[in-house]
């Protein structure tokens, strides 16, 4: 699952879309990918709502933030 997340990460970005919808976009990723996406993420220039558990992705990434229990 990990190589066809890869794939779907890189066909967002070579969409170039205004708004990013993510639900657990962490899971499945390797550490270097993962950082790789965090930096393409933070320079990107659209709108995004991503769901997470991962605390540090959300601390990273995240202007708002918005807890649900």
């Known amino acids: 699952t990990g190589q066809r997340k890869r ?6 970005v070579l969409e170039k879309p205004n708004v990013l919808l993510l639900d ?3 899971n499945h990723l390797d550490f270097p ?6 930096k393409a ?3 990107f ?8 558990h991962d605390v ?3 601390k990273k990434i995240a ?7």
Do not use: M
Request: net charge negative.
């Open 24 to 26: 657990e976009p962490t």
């Open 45 to 52: 220039e659209g709108a995004i709502v991503a769901v997470s």
């Open 7 to 12: 794939l779907a990460l890189l066909s967002l």
């Open 63 to 69: 202007t708002q933030e918005w807890n649900l229990s």
């Open 41 to 43: 993420l933070l320079e």
């Open 33 to 38: 990918t993962l950082e790789t996406f965090e």
């Open 56 to 58: 540090t992705f959300v």
